[in-house]
């Protein structure tokens, strides 16, 4: 609200800075509409608190998820078609990273985390030493996505080997003539997610041979539409994050083309064929749900989960990433049924 005149009164004023406090610090809802310009990371609604589960005076129960950005798209829209048929259910969605939402999850907090890794050895002893016992789903299929400024026009391919003496910890390289002495003596800008996302955690494992190895001289973001904003916006930039990201926003960045072995030629760009066939590699990876079984018992859980495998599959290639093969996706419904007891 924008102050028209000097002379508003005190009480006015008490009131709007309580009604800014009382709001702070509010949850995320996921019923923001998805948009031409990208998924949204961390859609602004709500605020609400209510315990998991909990009806309100409203008489909704909630599904409480946080956790990766790179899979926030897909439950996203998921929980924008399935609060379409389930009026009674809120789903709020967080944007926390990986990490962030496992700090969260492994306390009990939440009822899902969306994850761009597999969960690591120390969150799966917190969440046994919690009591949390939990299923792991795979939901999709992703391609990490090396972009560059579409001015860019020398950078038509790259190694696994230039970019891990691009990123690796204590690189040196700050000018793109430092990679390849035919492209420009110019400052490179690197963006990249920070250290609390699945996707840093894959990238520098495969890149730079050890999970959480990186440089620190770059611009990190748990928000990959910042980090979109920040390539897209300098003709010197380069960055990488989830597929889905640079799909959305194909007309103001370009996929490098990524080669596993140091001759150009063998570099392959991520597409949905490329990804799914398993020859983008080896920035491909799966996208993960991690769900606290014991709040399976609670029916507006289990609907969103059967939900999420069904349509959600269609609406994981609407986002921008790929299906599961039918394999693993069979898999997945079964493990499903089991946890819920069909």
Not at 120 to 135: R, V, W
């Amino acid at each position: 609200m924008t102050l028209k005149s000097v002379s508003v009164s005190l009480t006015t004023l008490v009131f709007s800075f309580a009604l800014l406090a009382s709001n702070s610090g509010c949850e995320v809802s996921s019923t923001t509409s998805r948009t031409a310009d990208g998924p949204e990371a961390g859609s602004t609604a709500g605020g609400d608190t209510a315990t998991p589960g909990d009806g309100s005076d409203d008489g909704q129960k909630r599904v409480l998820i946080d956790g990766s950005s790179t899979v926030y798209p897909i439950s996203q829209a998921v929980a924008e078609e399935f609060q379409g048929s389930h009026p009674n259910v809120k789903v709020v969605v967080g944007t926390s990273g990986t990490g962030g939402g496992f700090k969260k999850f492994v306390a009990g907090e939440t009822d899902i985390n969306d994850a761009s890794r597999p969960i690591k050895e120390k969150e799966s002893t917190q969440c046994k030493d919690n009591g949390i016992e939990y299923l792991e789903m795979k939901v999709a299929i992703d391609g990490i996505s090396v972009v560059v400024n579409p001015e860019n026009d020398w950078c038509k391919a790259i190694t696994v080997a230039q970019l891990k003496k691009l990123w690796e910890p204590g690189s040196t390289v700050n000018k793109w003539s430092e990679l390849d002495p035919s492209w420009p003596d110019e400052e490179i800008r690197l963006y990249g997610p920070d250290t609390d996302s699945g996707t840093f955690d894959y990238f520098t494992d495969v890149i730079c041979g050890e999970e959480g190895a990186s440089r620190t001289e770059y611009t990190p973001s748990s928000d990959d539409n910042i980090l979109v904003r920040g390539v897209s916006g300098e003709k010197y930039a380069l960055g990488y994050f989830g597929f889905a990201y640079y799909l959305e926003n194909a007309n103001k960045l370009k996929a490098v083309p990524v080669s596993a072995t140091d001759d150009l030629a063998d570099a392959v760009a991520p597409t949905a064929e490329t990804i799914e066939g398993g020859k983008y590699v080896p920035l491909s990876r799966p996208l993960f749900l991690y769900v606290n079984k014991a709040k399976l018992a609670r029916p507006e859980l289990a609907e969103f989960l059967t939900y999420y495998l069904e349509a959600g599959q269609d609406l994981v290639s609407e986002v921008g990433y790929v299906r599961l093969g039918k394999a693993t996706h069979a898999e997945t419904v079964e493990a499903l049924k089991q946890a819920i007891g069909e």
